[in-house]
């Protein structure tokens, strides 16, 4: 049973454009979400993280937002970079659990 | 500084054998976690250590499947009588205390032919 859905498995976008990568969860128990970028033969480098108590969180290029009643979050990069190309992991943990549930991925080409 | 270190980076053997997965995780880092990353998956949980503690094995899919830590820091994973499903990307973890981000090494192609 899948926890945390990533139902585009790709997304191309052009340079200097918007990236937006959604996630979906179905456990309510989540309270903590992160977001990892993977390179081939790479293992996935974490990106940015939210807690439950927030709606937004932002770093340099990167956004996330979370909104809790629809069970949804969402990565944005702004603008987008040909270095950004790569596969984009969102996964989520419940408060006082340590292990992560992973979604399948999307995997973003940012075209020249 | 040095990352998640994982050995070997690539791993082919023939069904039916045994293999052996290995991990450093970064130094001072108490907790330790297996994942693996089958064809266009997620990252599935395996088995967590942290400290001196029981280690939670509710993710290992088999009882082929084990793993140990030994002496808080490297841990190695092992799978006995190879299948063929047992193909994938064996990725390990590291945190400060079972705390958020946990830090990837780069994995371990295993391949059963």
């Known amino acids: 049973d899948q926890q945390v859905k990533q139902n585009s498995p790709s997304l191309s976008v052009q340079e200097g454009r918007i990236s937006i990568l959604n996630c979906d969860y179905t456990n309510s128990m989540f309270d903590y979400f992160l977001w990892y970028k993977k390179y081939p033969a790479e293992g996935p480098t974490f990106l940015i993280s939210?807690?439950?108590?927030?709606d937004k969180n932002e770093d340099g290029r990167f956004t996330v937002f979370l909104n809790k009643s629809a069970k949804h979050l969402s990565l944005h990069i702004v603008p987008s970079q040909p270095g950004d190309s790569a596969v984009y992991f969102c996964a989520a943990s419940a408060h006082g659990d340590y292990k992560l549930s992973f979604g399948a991925g999307t995997t973003v080409t940012v075209r020249a | 500084g040095a990352g998640v270190s994982q050995s070997p980076s690539n791993k082919v053997t023939e069904k039916g054998k045994d293999v052996e997965l290995r991990c450093d995780p970064i130094?001072?880092?108490?907790?330790l976690y297996w994942y693996r990353q089958s064809l266009g998956q997620g990252l599935e949980f395996l088995i967590y250590?942290?400290?001196?503690?029981?280690?939670?094995k509710s993710g290992l899919p088999s009882d082929r499947f084990s793993a140990e830590r030994t002496g808080g820091s490297v841990s190695t994973l092992t799978i006995q009588r190879t299948q063929q499903e047992d193909s994938a990307v064996y990725l390990c973890a590291s945190s400060w205390d079972g705390s958020q981000p946990q830090h990837f090494g780069d994995g371990t192609r295993l391949s059963i032919l």
């Open positions: 939210i807690s439950s108590i927030k």
């Open positions: 130094s001072g880092h108490t907790a």
């Open positions: 250590f942290q400290g001196n503690s029981a280690p939670d």
